[in-house]
């Protein structure tokens, strides 16, 4: 009542407001969307981002390929790199004299002659460290410089003549002479087998840088010794001019060999 009275003073004198709160008609809005407020269309799209993201997943097949190239290429350019500084430096050592091996040495000979490194001056040698009761690395060794002087007898009989093998025992307490001349029927006749006390044998092996190493006797008394398997390489004045190891092959040691005494 009260706002009615109200409402005629105020459209009398044209100051009517109404104030009271405007509803939605539902009667009047049939037919047509209900209109959405900004906070509810920003929710709905997150919301429909968040179901492709979920169907797509966050990694795709194509992506992971991409990756496993682009890994792979950086893998192989690191590896090319490095070798790449690796023979660089390699290629700038520079080295200068010759290495410390070898020196003055006497033992004894089959015949029990004394032999020093001024023996066999003027001639190049090759000097193989081993024992006569080794099983099967030192006859292998052996037979291989049979082959070296065989091939050279062959194809540079000259450069044969020039050349000495010898073998000095790392067992001087079982390699008697004796036990040296039944064991050197067995191998090339230029061979020129040596031994001698257990302290000239080790001072040698010592100057070759020679590694020596008696293994466990067994009941019986009887053992191994571990050596350095190193086939040394002198020229005339006894200085040493290569050495060749077990992996190398007797063609491979000849040629290095021809090279050596030819310059060539």
Not at 223 to 247: A, N, P, R, W
Request: aromatic share 10%; proline share 5%.
């Amino acid at each position: 009542m009260y706002r009615q009275t109200l409402r005629r003073l105020q459209v009398r004198k044209g100051e009517w407001k109404d104030t009271a709160p405007k509803y939605f008609d539902e009667r009047g809005a049939q037919g047509r969307p209900i209109p959405k407020s900004r906070s509810q269309i920003a929710k709905e799209a997150a919301h429909a981002y968040i179901g492709r993201s979920s169907k797509r997943g966050p990694v795709s097949w194509p992506l992971l390929g991409l990756a496993a190239v682009a890994a792979a290429t950086g893998v192989s350019y690191y590896t090319i790199e490095r070798e790449r500084r690796l023979e660089k430096a390699m290629g700038t050592v520079v080295s200068t004299g010759r290495p410390a091996i070898g020196g003055t040495w006497s033992l004894v000979d089959m015949k029990g002659r004394l032999v020093t490194e001024k023996t066999f001056q003027g001639k190049y040698t090759l000097l193989y460290f081993g024992f006569a009761r080794c099983p099967d690395i030192c006859p292998s060794e052996m037979v291989k410089v049979a082959a070296i002087m065989d091939q050279l007898k062959v194809e540079h009989p000259k450069l044969a003549e020039n050349i000495q093998p010898i073998f000095v025992t790392v067992d001087p307490a079982r390699d008697s002479i004796e036990a040296l001349q039944d064991y050197a029927k067995d191998f090339h006749p230029d061979y020129i087998f040596l031994t001698g006390t257990p302290e000239q044998v080790q001072k040698m092996a010592k100057k070759y840088r020679v590694y020596v190493s008696k293994a466990d006797e067994t009941d019986d008394g009887d053992y191994l010794v571990d050596h350095s398997i190193v086939l040394y390489f002198h020229d005339g004045e006894g200085e040493m001019v290569d050495f060749f190891t077990q992996s190398m092959k007797p063609s491979d040691i000849t040629q290095k060999i021809h090279k050596a005494m030819t310059f060539v």
